[in-house]
């Protein structure tokens, strides 16, 4: 007898003919449906089995004996899967109801003084089986949905919790503050955060921000790193005062230092991958002093551990995000190609040159904090929804993802973050 999965779904039949059940039992088991097949004489072992196991479909005489009908059970059956449906068996054809019986679950009827032999009884229960399956699938996917969402609901309270004892300084917010120290101590009237990340993996792989003495961003045709004045600064390691200010110095200047009469620059040391810089400008009288020098050294590095904290919860968050979105946008490539073969099941793992792309992508960033081969796993959790319960399964999961990516923005306050960085 072939294997019957866990998952298979279950067929019962109930009549008090001994005869009759055995010869409906080996007509399924025949036909290798692949469901699960018991069997009752009267209503009450019916209602046991039913205690036992969820029935999916029932094919039920309709006159049991001894006072009870296959109506009756099928109403009782009802209370252990209330989406229970049923082939009614009956000699007495004429004493159907069909609209009670539809709505109680009756979906099909076999007359046994007519039209009843193996190739219309399993014609019925094929019938019924088409229509039974993606309604399982259907219902099995909204519980696991229900119980996901149900599980996020749980652990919210917990990052609300954690948020509040240990909630990162905004980006904007801590470059604010070290600005309005380091004006106010220095005498410098103005000054600029230079930000360079590279990631040889990415397009483009350098990417330079530059952030006002407010923390918001500004925009300008940047020198390339490799020929500016803080790529200089970098190198050196060490603040830099240039009191009168001169061209190509130290390297070409960008926009926001040209026509500045001093400047005073220390390097940051915020993270692997990332070169920072801080620039202050134009102070009165004779410029910046090697007391002013001192002061920003200490103050770089207090600085750099708020701005670690700061960058690294927005690149965190991001890269998660990135993740869950490459993870979406992959699943139906990578499902098509599943398909070019007839040898390859639909939910097979992709090609290990898939997989290995992959976490090479989601690896190149190491400072993320993230683990590669768990982002993969998660890719190919969402393939498999994809492939296996098709596009509005997996609108649903995109609705559902994007539901918890807006309440965790509100609770950590990185979707407010990033709006006032972009």
């Not at 001169?246 to 692997?272: D, I, M, T, Y």
Request: charged share 25%; aromatic share 4%; hydrophobic share 45%.
């Amino acid at each position: 007898m072939p294997t019957v999965s866990e998952t298979a779904e279950t067929i019962l039949i109930v009549d008090d003919e001994e005869p009759v059940r055995k010869t409906f039992r080996e007509w399924l088991q025949g036909a290798n449906l692949g469901c699960r097949i018991l069997a009752a004489s009267d209503a009450e072992s019916a209602l046991v089995l039913a205690n036992q196991n969820t029935i999916d479909l029932a094919v039920l005489d309709w006159n049991l004996g001894a006072g009870n009908d296959g109506l009756q059970l099928l109403e009782d059956l009802a209370v252990f899967n209330p989406d229970v449906v049923a082939i009614m068996v009956t000699g007495y054809a004429h004493q159907a109801t069909p609209l009670d019986a539809m709505r109680m679950g009756v979906r099909d009827y076999l007359d046994k003084n007519q039209d009843l032999n193996r190739e219309t009884f399993l014609k019925a229960v094929r019938r019924q089986l088409e229509r039974i399956r993606p309604a399982r699938r259907e219902r099995r996917l909204h519980q696991s949905l229900v119980a996901f969402r149900a599980a996020v609901e749980k652990v919210l309270p917990l990052v609300q919790a954690a948020a509040a004892l240990h909630d990162p300084v905004p980006l904007p917010a801590a470059i604010g503050h070290l600005f309005r120290f380091l004006l106010r101590t220095t005498g410098a009237r103005d000054g600029i955060l230079f930000v360079r990340s590279y990631e040889a993996g990415r397009d483009p792989a350098e990417v330079c921000r530059v952030y006002d003495r407010n923390g918001a961003a500004l925009t300008a045709d940047l020198v390339p790193f490799a020929r500016s004045l803080a790529a200089s600064v970098v190198s050196r390691q060490e603040t830099c005062i240039m009191n009168g200010l001169v061209p190509g110095k130290l390297g070409e200047l960008q926009p926001f230092e040209q026509g500045r009469r001093s400047l005073l620059a220390a390097p940051l040391n915020v993270g692997a991958g990332l070169q920072v810089v801080l620039e202050l400008f134009d102070k009165d009288g004779d410029g910046f002093t090697e007391a002013d020098r001192r002061l920003v050294s200490a103050a770089a590095e207090f600085g750099a551990e708020m701005l670690r904290q700061a960058l690294a919860e927005r690149q965190t968050q991001q890269v998660l995000f990135d993740a869950v979105g490459a993870a979406l946008g992959v699943s139906d490539s990578v499902a098509q190609s599943l398909r070019t073969g007839p040898e390859n099941r639909p939910d097979a793992p992709p090609p290990e040159a898939v997989l290995r792309e992959l976490r090479e992508g989601f690896g190149a960033n190491r400072d993320s904090g993230l683990d590669a081969d768990e982002t993969v796993r998660l890719a190919e959790a969402v393939r498999v929804l994809a492939v296996k319960h098709g596009p509005s399964a997996v609108r649903h999961c995109i609705r559902l993802v994007e539901s918890l990516r807006s309440l965790l923005d509100d609770v950590t306050g990185t979707g407010e973050r990033m709006r006032d960085e972009g």
